[in-house]
């Protein structure tokens, strides 16, 4: 069974900085795009950044120049450096992976519980 589990959330003041990880495990053939979203009350689910299995980056245009994601393929790992942070960037943050699972050998896309993340002071 494939997991993904986020941590590295938790308050921060703004202009602060966190690094939220995301560590995928189980029986994984092979991870495809990876990448962030997040959630704030009372609006949709949305992207953050993405990132391919060769390193191409993806951002939105409200986290550039502030946040960079990045992967470890030896570890399934996920990242996401978070600097400058500011109040709108109060959500939840979730892992998202496109795998193929090593029992099914069917791609799917598998998402993690989420990391609440919150800036405030």
């Known amino acids: 069974q494939v997991q993904l589990v986020e941590s590295g959330g938790g308050l921060v003041q703004p202009g602060g900085s966190l690094r939220l990880s995301c560590a995928a495990s189980?029986?994984?053939?092979?991870?495809?795009?990876m990448g962030w979203y997040r959630q704030a009350p009372g609006k949709q689910r949305e992207l953050v950044a993405s990132?391919?299995?060769?390193?191409?980056?993806n951002y939105a245009d409200s986290v550039k120049g502030r946040f960079t994601i990045s992967r470890d393929n030896t570890k399934n790992t996920l990242y996401v450096q978070m600097n400058s942070l500011k109040p709108e960037d109060t959500a939840v943050y979730y892992c998202?992976?496109?795998?193929?699972?090593?029992?099914?050998?069917?791609?799917?896309?598998?998402w993690g519980r989420g990391t609440q993340v919150t800036v405030s002071s």
């Open positions: 998202n992976a496109e795998l193929v699972d090593g029992v099914t050998m069917t791609a799917s896309p598998y």
């Open positions: 189980g029986s994984i053939f092979t991870i495809y795009n």
């Open positions: 990132i391919t299995s060769g390193g191409n980056t």
